[in-house]
């Protein structure tokens, strides 16, 4: 079985519309989703032993080009490359490392940046590697206009409806709530709300799938921080540690060209077998199942899924869409990130964003999307070509978990004007932070908010060893105080009284008010003025 494996920090990018973010390069987008998997974790980059980089759309040793910027250690980094199901084939990687004994702490991080519009394909002098689904495809249904992978899993649904009767009010109500749940996601590429009538009435794609129904292409990265139960207990990581309990990847069976299915040429038995490996080797049941990230790159892969995963019966899918068991109140809760139909679809960076998002449910860090009492969680990726990773998740421990409020910021630090103060208050740490540890001892929680409604978080941490400042992460604040990136530096530099912010609403702490009247003792020297 191997040692026990543990995501121990996480973190992502927004995901954005290709182009529509400015210097948001690969190397940047990865900077600031591996940065924020480290801050989670509580870790410096000199402690990752190993990292597995996915990406489709590159030249080779673009994971050496992303990492390089965290540092340069002479790790090996491997580059990983398969098809939409990159992600968690890199976390797969990593865990196996970790598994083997290979290494106790790896880095598994996806990017991806993208052309805008459809899928195509890059090189045209040679075989493509999806030649074969498509021509058994084209053999039984006609080639039609439209995105060819759109047709593929169109006929998938297609064929779901002419043999158990599925409807397409069915594939519509799958987008209706993902895109529903996406609002309360802020790494969400779309957070909007649509009706039934929009989702029906918009551009037909492939029929039965309209774009309201279909992913996007999208820019941006995920990481996550895999680490031994031996490394987890040497950092104090118990807390937030989640196990991945049991993960497998399933390849293309002889079903894909030897049955006349569209569901299987869009790999329905490579999800099953996956998903019964995985359950047989955890020793779990799907009735124990909370939470499920799936891989929704079309609503009728989503509705198919149900079925490939066991979460119900072959042909029931759209019962259990009807009674409601795929959202809040229902069995499981699906895709409360929006999935990729909302949330969004880098390819590289897809699988690592479901299992971030595994892990602040299991952690209780989702905020208004969190479902209530989550215990395990399953995570399901596909790429056609094929390869389907299924995996189960579960707190590592339990009795030592704490429910962590406040989640990684989206945002990135650059866009707060108050960024230059906790710099500032860095240098303050960096030159006497032995000293202010002994006097201060606490843990400062600052929530702030632009004039764009972005949230940024940042932990002032005088209590261990010589302090520090991190933007996001997951550390328990002794004090959390919320305020206004314009008052916050207001009330840095001098031109706001803290008085009067606290009784005007703009200044608000919870937490031990005797910490908070601390803050004086970490008070930039350049901003002096201010009376914290």
Known sequence: MGRKVYVVGVGMTKFEKPGRRENFDYPEMAKEAGTKALNDAGISY???QQACVGYVFGDSTCGQRALYQLGLTGIPIYNVNNNCSTGSTALLMGKQLIEGGIADCVLCLGFEKMSRGSLKGVFND?????????EHMAN???IESGPITAQMFGNAGREHMEKYGTKTEHFAKIAWKNHKHSTNNPYSQFQEEYTMEQINSAPSIHDPLTKLQCCPTSDGSAAAILASEEFVE??????QAVEIVAME???DLPSVFGDKSCM???GYDMSKSAAEKVFAKAGMDRSA?????LHDCFSANELITYEALGLCQPGKAGEMIDRGDNTYGGKYVVNPSGGLISKGHP?????????AELSWQLRGMANKRQVKGAKVGLQHNIGLGGAAVVALYKLGYPGEQRLQAVQASASKESDFKSAAAFKEIQGVLEKDGGNIVKKIKGVFCFKVKNKAGENGVWYVDAKNGNGSVNFGGSAKPDVTIVMNDEDLVGLMNGKLNPQTAFFQGKLKITGNMGLAMKLKDIQPPKTGKSKL
Do not use: F, W, Y
């Open 46 to 48: 000199e402690k990752v």
């Open 126 to 134: 040679r075989v493509s590697p999806m030649d074969k689904h498509v």
């Open 140 to 142: 039984l249904r006609p």
């Open 234 to 239: 040497k950092h104090n990581l118990q807390s």
């Open 249 to 251: 990847m399933s390849t």
């Open 264 to 266: 299987q040429i869009v």
């Open 289 to 293: 199942v909370d939470v499920v990230e």
């Open 347 to 355: 390819l590289g960076a897809t699988g690592l964003a479901q299992c």
